[in-house]
C-alpha cells in the first residue's frame, strides 16, 4: 500500500470490550462489517454526529452577507444524508428537516447501519477521540471537529484506528485547504521570507468563562450520562450542557483549544514543523475575582522550542477590543487590522515579518518602512475555505488518498495545546518531548496526558 493511498477493504474486527452507552440499550459493535466500498460517481451516505450549532453548519450551511455561500455537506451532489444523532429530540430532528435524515438518538444506529460510508463527528470536545474511534472501528470514514482530542494520549489512539482500519479521517482545521495559504507556504518555501526564527500564534477574545455550577432536575428524555461520557459522574447542570464546558478541565482546555487550534495548526503547518522539542505554558486566572467554577486560564503564554524557531501562543480571555475576522473580512477583498486582529499569527523571517489571518483573512508581507510607511512586500486576500475542506474529504473517500488535515496532522498540533494544558498545570514545569512519539518525558505530565475514564465509556490501550 502506497504512503498516500489506502485501498478501501471490507474488514472484520474487534471492537471496544465492554458495553458504552450513547443512549439507552446502546451496546457496542462486535465484529461489524465496514461501509460498503463507494465507487468514484456513487454517491456517500453520511451521519451527522451531534446537531448543535457547529454540527448543523456543517450538515445544513450558512449564508454570509455578500451573498455567498458556506455549503453543507447535505448540498454536496454526492452526498445523501441518512441520519441525524444527538441526545436531545429537538436539535436532532431540527437539524434533520433539511436533509431528510432521519433523526436517531442512539450512535448505535448509526454504527450498526452497513449503508453509512462516513461519520461527521460534531460532537463536545470530550467526546471527539471516543466518537471517531468507534466510528473508524465500524468501518465509517470520520470528518471530526476540531479539536481532535481532549488529552493528548487518546490522540494518539485515533491516529492509531485511522491506520489500523484504513479510514479516511480529516479533522476540521479547514485552513490546510485554503488557496491563499497554500499560497502563502509556497511564499515561504521559496525563501522570499528568509528563515524563520520567531512565530507568534494568537487567540485573544472576550470569552465569559466566569459560572456559577447549579445543580438541577434533567430534562425528561436527555441521557446525561451518555452526554458526560467518558468525563467523571456529575449532577446535571444546564451551565454546562450550554457551552460552558469548555472552561472545564473534564471537558476541554478553554478556548485556546477548542478555537486557539485553529490558528496553531495553520502557523505549525506554514513553519513546517512537527512535534517541538519542549514546552512550557504560564498565565492564570486574573479576571476571575468572584472565584467561579470555571477553570481554565484567562491569561496564558505557552512557548515551545523547535531547531532554530522559537514557536509561541498568546491567549487572553478578557479582551474584547481585539477583534475576530468577521464574515465581511473572510468572504471579500480586505484584510484585518492586524494589531488588533484576535486570530492573527505573526511570523518572522530574515528577510520581512508575514501576517497571517485564519479562515479567510487573507496575508500581507512587511519589509523594513519606507519614508516613514509600511511596505508591503506581497499580499493575497482570502476566503473562508470550508466549502474546499468538506470537498477534499468527500474526494478522499473515493480516492483514498490521506486528506489535506489527516488525523496525524491535527493530533499533532492539538497536542501542542496539550502540553501546554500539562505544563500550565504542573505550575509552569518546562516539559521535554519526545520528538519520535510526541510524548512528555516528565514523569509528572503522565496524570493530564491522559484522562481518566468513566466505565463504560473507556478508550482502550489496544483500539
Partial sequence: MGENTMKRRDFIG??????????????????????????????????????????????????????????GFREFDEVNVLY??????????????????????????????????????ALPDHWHALGAILAMQAGKDVYTEKPASQSGWEGQKMVEAARKYKRICQVGVQNRSAPYN?????????????????????????????????????????????????????PYSSTILNRNWHELWDFSSGDVLND?????????????????????????????????????????IASYAYDNLTFTVEATHYTGYILKIDSTVRQTDMFPLWMQCSTRIELYGTKGVMFVGRHG????????????????????????????????????????ELPNADILQGHISTSLVHYATCSYRLGGVKLDIDTETGVPKNPEAAQFWKRDYREPYVIPEAV
Fill in 84 to 121: 441525524t444523532c444527538d441526545l436531545q429530540k429537538g436539535k436532532g430532528e431540527s437539524a434533520a428537516q433539511k436533509s431528510g435524515a432521519k433523526w436517531v438518538p442512539e450512535m448505535r444506529t448509526v454504527l450498526d447501519d452497513k449503508s453509512v460510508d462516513a461519520v461527521v463527528c
Fill in 182 to 234: 497554500f499560497a502563502a507556504k509556497k511564499y515561504i518555501e521559496e525563501g522570499k521570507l528568509g528563515t524563520i526564527h520567531l512565530c507568534r500564534v494568537f487567540n485573544q477574545k472576550q470569552e465569559m468563562n466566569t459560572f456559577t455550577i447549579n445543580e438541577e432536575p434533567c430534562p425528561a428524555g436527555l441521557n446525561w450520562s451518555a452526554w458526560l461520557g467518558p468525563a467523571k459522574e456529575r
Fill in 361 to 400: 483573512g487573507g496575508w500581507q508581507v512587511f519589509e523594513r518602512p519606507k519614508s516613514r510607511q509600511p511596505f508591503v512586500a506581497a499580499q493575497e486576500f482570502g476566503r473562508f475555505p470550508d466549502n474546499e475542506h468538506k470537498q477534499n474529504f468527500l474526494d478522499c473517500i473515493k480516492s483514498r
Fill in 260 to 300: 486557539g487550534v485553529h490558528q496553531i495548526d495553520l502557523a505549525r503547518w506554514l513553519c513546517g514543523v512537527g512535534i517541538p522539542k519542549t514546552a512550557y505554558c504560564t498565565g492564570g486566572r486574573y479576571t476571575d475575582t468572584k472565584k467561579s467554577d470555571a477553570q481554565t486560564p484567562d491569561t496564558q
Fill in 14 to 71: 474487534k471492537s471496544i470490550a465492554g458495553s458504552l452507552g450513547f443512549g439507552a440499550g446502546l451496546t457496542l459493535l462486535s465484529g461489524a462489517a465496514s461501509a460498503q466500498g463507494t465507487a468514484a460517481n456513487s454517491k456517500i451516505n453520511i451521519a451527522l454526529i451531534g446537531c448543535g450549532g457547529r454540527g448543523t453548519q456543517l450538515l445544513n450551511g450558512f449564508d454570509y452577507p455578500n451573498n455567498s455561500r458556506m455549503k
